[in-house]
């Protein structure tokens, strides 16, 4: 698809203009894309995982309090792959990861250079 004339990018920044007026609430939900949902999604899975491990590591009170902490780390767990999977290989390839990239860093902790 060949890309927006000038005059066609103009009409198109008004009415995204004309709809923030209008409503505001639906804008903002229109500007999230997949990857913020996915990432606010695995923010929380990752909370309920650690709530989940730390009522496993309450099997000395009660095992069923174990047995439970046990499937809430299994959901979880579950919606953060599904989650990372949806993402897809060659978006994980393009995170950053504090300067590096992952598999940079992976290859780092493997012991090969990424080049190989």
Known sequence: MPPLSEHE?????????GLAQEDP???DAASTSLYTH???RIRWATFA????????MLF???IWIALVGFGVMLGPALLIYGSLKK???DQLRS???????LPALLAKLSGRSPGR
């Open 95 to 101: 995170l950053q990861l504090s300067g590096f990239s």
């Open 38 to 40: 996915l990432a606010k």
């Open 60 to 62: 000395w009170l009660n």
């Open 87 to 89: 993402i897809g290989a």
């Open 25 to 27: 609430r639906l804008a």
């Open 9 to 17: 990018q103009r009409i198109l920044e008004d009415i995204e203009r």
């Open 49 to 56: 995982f650690v709530g989940g491990f730390v009522m496993l």
